[in-house]
């Protein structure tokens, strides 16, 4: 199975920073990368799908990037609503995987 | 609008099954969509269980696959779990979900919390 390794772990940020967050693939995965937002008590959230598009209804704030086996997620200017947990996963073979998530924190 | 629910005990003994259905409205689980089981430890990240598609075709995570079992229902439109010889490590919110072949996973239930304990 493919392994997704995302850094940091965790990031304490404020409100209009921009927040960069790392998603690395243990094999190449062409562009099936994707990304969700994890709030507690909720269903996580689709962000951006095949690595670079945004999901419809989804800020222009967030934006993806990236193919092979390293991809990044984006937030240009941290909004209150988006401290929460955001994970990686590859859809390039039917074996999901989820990264480990990155726990973005108010500073 | 598509509309995931998952049910089942909220409490299983250690060694015991665990059992989820999830309920799919809104769309026809006979369609183009895969349907999955992922969890969330307490305290940890999310994890992938296994997927499965109507034709009955599975996939399960390679260190889970000796415990579960997932099976279909096109009938009544639902989808289910069954994890044998759960223990304190299977404690998790368990969501219901779908996705597209190889695309994301767009379909979520609201999760349901199974705790392993005696």
Known sequence: D??????????SASVGDRVTIACRASQTIGSYLHWYQHKPGKAPK???????SLQSGVPSRFSGSGSGTDFTLTISSLQPGDFATYYCQQSYISLLSFG???????? | QVHLQESGPGLVKPSETLSLTCTVSGYSLSSAHYWDWIRQPPGKGL?????????????????????VTLSV????????LKLI?????DTA?????????????????QGALVTVSS
């Open chain 1, 46 to 52: 689709l962000l951006i799908y095949a690595a670079s």
């Open chain 1, 100 to 107: 480990g998530g990155t726990k973005v924190e108010i500073k």
């Open chain 2, 47 to 67: 994890e992938w269980i296994g997927s499965i598609y109507h034709s009955g075709n599975t996939y399960y995570k390679p260190s889970l696959k000796s415990r």
């Open chain 2, 93 to 109: 919110v368990y969501y219901c979900a779908g996705h597209a072949y190889a695309a994301a996973v767009d379909y979520w239930g």
């Open chain 2, 85 to 89: 010889s759960v223990t304190a490590a």
């Open chain 1, 2 to 11: 493919i392994q997704m390794t995302q850094s940091p772990s965790s990031l």
């Open chain 2, 73 to 80: 229902d096109t009938s009544k439109n639902q989808f289910s």
